[in-house]
């Protein structure tokens, strides 16, 4: 396992959907996770460090947790099935029993990693990345850098085509494109 930083929030805007990006540290690789606009939005407030008059559900969760005496520890982003980033949760659970429970025991609660995510930057809590998902997902450089590549290489090409593009030739195309057609109908 790798620990891993919050990067940038990011938007792809072939989906119009918001994209974390996770910093692994120790490598140059990054993870790339596509998230919800209410996460986007709860995780983007907690960044931030903006509190709103009213608990959100994070918060919920944390004041309740701790209330039961639990104490939050840390975030795994384990495994990816059919697309979709698993990730737990893991709690320190409260000792019934001071006396005779003496290992520390933890709780792994499945969540989005998303919603992991804002808790463990609400919590300052590490957060731990599988080498199972880096060898998947795991990415070296920046996907808008490479995306501004792309974009310039797609931009050359068609700033290419128009420079070279002749009506002339369209017209003549489509001219032998029509008697073609009428010529198979014919048939």
């Known amino acids: 396992m790798k620990k891993a930083t919050i990067g940038k929030l990011l938007m792809d805007k072939n989906n119009n959907t918001p994209v974390l990006e996770l910093n692994v540290e120790g490598t140059d690789k990054k993870v790339y996770l596509w998230i919800g606009a209410c996460e986007a939005w709860a995780l983007a407030m907690s960044i931030e460090n903006f509190h709103l008059i009213r608990p959100m559900t994070h918060d919920l969760l944390i004041s309740s947790v701790e209330t039961m005496g639990g104490i939050f520890d840390h975030v795994v982003i384990h495994s990816i099935k059919n697309g979709t980033f698993l990730a737990n949760l893991v709690i320190k659970k409260a000792p019934t029993d001071q006396k005779t429970e003496k ?5 792994e609660l ?3 990693p998303s919603d992991c995510l804002v808790i463990a930057n609400k919590l300052d809590l590490p957060v731990f990345v599988t080498s199972e998902v880096l060898l998947e997902a795991g990415m070296s450089g920046s996907i808008t850098t490479e995306r501004t590549v792309e974009e310039d290489r797609e931009k050359q090409e068609f ?9 002339n030739d369209l017209k003549q195309y489509l001219d ?6 009428e010529d198979e109908s014919d048939h």
């Not at 290992?103 to 709780?107: G, K, L, N, P, T």
């Not at 700033?159 to 009506?167: D, I, T």
């Not at 032998?176 to 057609?181: F, Q």
């Open 103 to 107: 290992v520390e025991q933890y709780i």
């Open 110 to 112: 499945d969540a989005r």
């Open 159 to 167: 700033r290419s085509f128009l420079n070279h593009f002749n009506m």
């Open 176 to 181: 032998k494109e029509e008697d073609e057609g």
